[in-house]
């Protein structure tokens, strides 16, 4: 029974959720929304596990002054401090805790992203290295795209313009769709064996 | 008094012929703006099609005062219990229109709740600078919700056929069938790659992504990690899997523990190696990062649902000396993906490989009914294609999915 009420839900909630797609009624409408509300609450709720994990992680390498402990008071003192500027002093909107947030958060995360346009860079170098045929191809087609959307050049209306919407529209569009279709059938698949309870890793057991 | 007649005539005449008329035309021209506008012909109100049933659809012919180039503002819709009003403005739609869907939400007590199963009256009021000119009332018509949207159809259709090759494949894969599936390097080198970090002792790093436990790509990436744990723990080799997502981070741990009991080392298992990091976005990148710098971890596996973050880990990856395997059904990281690991699992492939790992029957039976209904669209999209080329549209409308 341990398995057999797991699997049960399962198989009932994931053929509501197929045949409610195909049903555009209030009622199914109503309980979907129901559902879904109920996974949000779930998911508050599993952040305050979250968080727990965080602690206990964080807690147990200072204790056992593990390699890098001291991160773990930077972590466990973020987290405090957000806290008690939310809860001590007046919620969401107090002073310290907007400013952490404005001032600290989001500059860290700006600069998180843009370290992406650094990350990109590396990787087309070694990317377009031509060794082979194949990374020539790459090569050549990114070199037309650039050229294309090279902001400092300006809008282009030679020959490279149009070869560039052909390799967008033809060549890469095409492979586009074929992975979409193999992650359309794919997900189905993986759908069809998780409901059916072929496939029960999630569970927790093979 | 005739002679004056006369004159006054030819002048008249005369100033019409260098051009007054032009200005007496406009005048003339203008005369109908003047004047209200043609009511809107043929007006029709019936329940919108395979909605929720909060919804009418009104159809029109337009009004003979909608030209182009006249002032003609739209049309105006208005709404009624009774046949004899009062009418209630439902909103003007712009000229040249000649439908609209008149609804709202179903929740009783919110602003802009649209009744089901209500009598409603309708008229559609053509709309100039001048003024009004409002249709014969239509109605009474009813929204009401429909149990099956036949515009989904062609959808219904595909999930049937492949629901069907799926299950026939189960029950022949389940009946002893030696079902073929093509080799998939990223997952042939799982072992290589466990292999390494043992050889080392080095930890390996397991990245689920940013998805909640509702994607599939995190449900395939529990089955891998679910494999991988099991060969970890043969392998006496650490684990690391700092999760995005808690409910993600509840299953992880349960899926670790169950791959070390069948690897019969359940002592091995340590719960604090799997552990929730953040649930943001950027603050999340930095962590792995920061473990990837500082661990140094011989294999990072990044599988799931991966999004800006996915070239960032995969670039800090590759300047640690990582072995990188990865797999997202994200099309648009696919690439950075490729780029930057060793082993790039793509699209499908991620679904496929519990399946190649467990080599269990029943599992490669889905893997088949994949590549059959792959075989089936690519057949569908050939004929498509020459039908189209030859004017024949009805094979190609037969796929066309309504909202």
Same mark, same amino acid.
């Given at each position: 029974?341990?398995?057999?009420?797991?699997?049960?839900?399962?198989?009932?909630?994931?053929?509501?959720?197929?045949?409610?797609?195909?049903?555009?009624?209030?009622?199914?409408?109503?309980?979907?929304?129901?559902?879904?509300?109920?996974?949000?609450?779930?998911?508050?709720?599993?952040?305050?596990?979250?968080?727990?994990?965080?602690?206990?992680?964080?807690?147990?390498?200072?204790?056992?002054?593990?390699?890098?402990?001291?991160?773990? %008071?930077?972590?466990? *003192?973020?987290? #405090?401090?957000?806290?008690?500027? @939310? &809860? !001590?002093?007046?919620? =969401?909107? +107090?002073?310290?805790?907007?400013?952490?947030?404005?001032?600290?958060?989001?500059?860290?995360?700006?600069?998180?992203?843009?370290?992406?346009?650094?990350? %990109?860079?590396?990787? *087309?170098?070694? #990317?377009?290295?031509?060794?082979? @045929? &194949? !990374?020539?191809?790459? =090569?050549? +087609?990114?070199?037309?795209?650039?050229?294309?959307?090279?902001?400092?050049?300006?809008?282009?209306?030679?020959?490279?313009?149009?070869?560039?919407?052909?390799?967008?529209?033809?060549?890469?569009? #095409?492979?586009?769709?074929?992975?979409?279709?193999?992650?359309?059938?794919?997900?189905?698949?993986?759908?069809?064996?998780?409901?059916?309870?072929?496939?029960?890793?999630?569970?927790?057991?093979? | 008094?005739?002679?004056?007649?006369?004159?006054?005539?030819?002048?008249?005449?005369?100033?019409?012929?260098?051009?007054?008329?032009?200005?007496?035309?406009?005048?003339?021209?203008?005369?109908?703006?003047?004047?209200?506008?043609?009511?809107?012909?043929?007006?029709?109100?019936?329940?919108?099609?395979?909605?929720?049933?909060?919804?009418?659809?009104?159809?029109?012919?337009?009004?003979?005062?909608?030209?182009?180039?006249?002032?003609?503002?739209?049309?105006?819709?208005?709404?009624?219990?009774?046949?004899?009003?009062?009418?209630?403005?439902?909103?003007?739609?712009?000229?040249?229109?000649?439908?609209?869907?008149?609804?709202?939400?179903?929740?009783?007590?919110?602003?802009?709740?649209?009744?089901?199963?209500?009598?409603?009256?309708?008229?559609?009021?053509?709309?100039?600078?001048?003024?009004?000119?409002?249709?014969?009332?239509?109605?009474?018509?009813?929204?009401?919700?429909?149990?099956?949207?036949?515009?989904?159809?062609?959808?219904?259709?595909?999930?049937?056929?492949?629901?069907?090759?799926?299950?026939?494949?189960?029950?022949?894969?389940?009946?002893?069938?030696?079902?073929?599936?093509?080799?998939?390097?990223?997952?042939?080198?799982?072992?290589?790659?466990?292999?390494?970090?043992?050889?080392?002792?080095?930890?390996?790093?397991?990245?689920?992504?940013?998805?909640?436990?509702?994607?599939?790509?995190?449900?395939?990436?529990?089955?891998?990690?679910?494999?991988?744990?099991?060969?970890?723990?043969?392998?006496?080799?650490?684990?690391?899997?700092?999760?995005?997502?808690?409910?993600?981070?509840?299953?992880?741990?349960?899926?670790?523990?169950?791959?070390?009991?069948?690897?019969?080392?359940?002592?091995?298992?340590?719960?604090?190696?799997?552990?929730?990091?953040?649930?943001?976005?950027?603050?999340?990148?930095?962590?792995?990062?920061?473990?990837?710098?500082?661990?140094?971890?011989?294999?990072?596996?990044?599988?799931?649902?991966?999004?800006?973050?996915?070239?960032?880990?995969?670039?800090?990856?590759?300047?640690?000396?990582?072995?990188?395997?990865?797999?997202?059904?994200?099309?648009?990281?696919?690439?950075?993906?490729?780029?930057?690991?060793?082993?790039?699992?793509?699209?499908?492939?991620?679904?496929?490989?519990?399946?190649?790992?467990?080599?269990?029957?029943?599992?490669?039976?889905?893997?088949?009914?994949?590549?059959?209904?792959?075989?089936?669209?690519?057949?569908?999209?050939?004929?498509?294609?020459?039908?189209?080329?030859?004017?024949?549209?009805?094979?190609?409308?037969?796929?066309?999915?309504?909202?």
């Amino acid at each position: 029974m341990k398995k057999e009420i797991p699997l049960l839900i399962v198989f009932v909630s994931g053929l509501f959720m197929a045949v409610q797609f195909f049903v555009p009624h209030a009622s199914s409408e109503f309980i979907y929304e129901f559902v879904m509300e109920w996974s949000i609450i779930i998911g508050i709720f599993a952040l305050a596990l979250g968080i727990w994990s965080l602690v206990r992680v964080s807690v147990n390498k200072i204790r056992r002054r593990s390699e890098n402990w001291p991160y773990a %008071i930077v972590i466990l *003192a973020g987290l #405090a401090a957000m806290m008690v500027f @939310a &809860l !001590a002093w007046g919620g =969401l909107e +107090s002073y310290m805790f907007r400013s952490f947030f404005n001032y600290v958060m989001i500059p860290l995360h700006a600069t998180m992203f843009s370290l992406l346009a650094f990350f %990109i860079a590396s990787a *087309a170098f070694r #990317a377009f290295r031509a060794r082979t @045929a &194949l !990374a020539t191809v790459l =090569l050549i +087609s990114a070199l037309v795209l650039m050229l294309r959307f090279n902001p400092y050049l300006g809008p282009l209306g030679g020959p490279e313009a149009g070869l560039a919407q052909w390799v967008l529209n033809v060549p890469n569009l #095409a492979a586009k769709r074929a992975i979409i279709i193999g992650i359309g059938l794919g997900m189905v698949a993986t759908s069809l064996k998780v409901i059916l309870g072929i496939e029960r890793t999630y569970m927790g057991s093979d | 008094m005739k002679r004056y007649v006369i004159v006054f005539s030819a002048i008249m005449l005369l100033l019409t012929a260098v051009g007054w008329g032009q200005d007496t035309a406009g005048v003339a021209a203008a005369a109908p703006g003047g004047s209200p506008p043609e009511p809107p012909k043929n007006v029709r109100a019936f329940d919108t099609p395979y909605d929720n049933g909060h919804s009418i659809t009104l159809t029109w012919e337009s009004s003979a005062s909608d030209t182009a180039g006249s002032l003609f503002l739209g049309y105006r819709i208005l709404r009624s219990d009774t046949p004899d009003g009062p009418f209630v403005d439902r909103g003007l739609v712009p000229a040249g229109a000649t439908t609209k869907d008149d609804k709202g939400v179903k929740e009783k007590e919110e602003d802009g709740y649209f009744p089901r199963n209500h009598d409603f009256y309708y008229k559609v009021a053509a709309v100039t600078a001048v003024g009004e000119t409002e249709s014969p009332v239509v109605g009474p018509v009813q929204g009401v919700g429909q149990w099956y949207n036949r515009g989904k159809t062609p959808v219904a259709v595909a999930v049937v056929i492949f629901t069907g090759l799926t299950l026939y494949f189960i029950v022949r894969a389940k009946r002893g069938a030696v079902l073929y599936i093509r080799p998939l390097a990223g997952i042939d080198a799982v072992d290589e790659a466990i292999g390494r970090a043992t050889e080392m002792g080095k930890p390996i790093l397991y990245v689920l992504g940013l998805g909640t436990a509702a994607d599939i790509a995190t449900i395939a990436s529990f089955t891998i990690l679910g494999r991988v744990a099991k060969k970890v723990a043969d392998y006496k080799t650490s684990l690391i899997v700092p999760c995005y997502d808690p409910i993600v981070m509840i299953i992880a741990q349960e899926t670790v523990k169950t791959g070390y009991y069948n690897a019969g080392k359940p002592e091995a298992y340590n719960q604090d190696s799997i552990y929730f990091l953040t649930n943001q976005q950027f603050a999340y990148v930095g962590g792995v990062n920061g473990i990837m710098l500082r661990d140094r971890p011989a294999t990072n596996f990044y599988l799931g649902k991966f999004y800006a973050e996915s070239l960032m880990l995969a670039e800090t990856g590759t300047v640690a000396g990582s072995i990188q395997i990865a797999g997202t059904d994200e099309v648009t990281q696919i690439p950075f993906f490729v780029v930057a690991c060793d082993y790039t699992l793509i699209g499908e492939e991620l679904y496929a490989a519990s399946a190649y790992l467990g080599r269990e029957p029943v599992l490669l039976g889905t893997l088949k009914a994949q590549d059959y209904a792959k075989a089936l669209i690519i057949a569908c999209a050939i004929i498509g294609v020459l039908a189209a080329s030859f004017g024949w549209t009805w094979f190609v409308q037969q796929f066309h999915v309504g909202n």
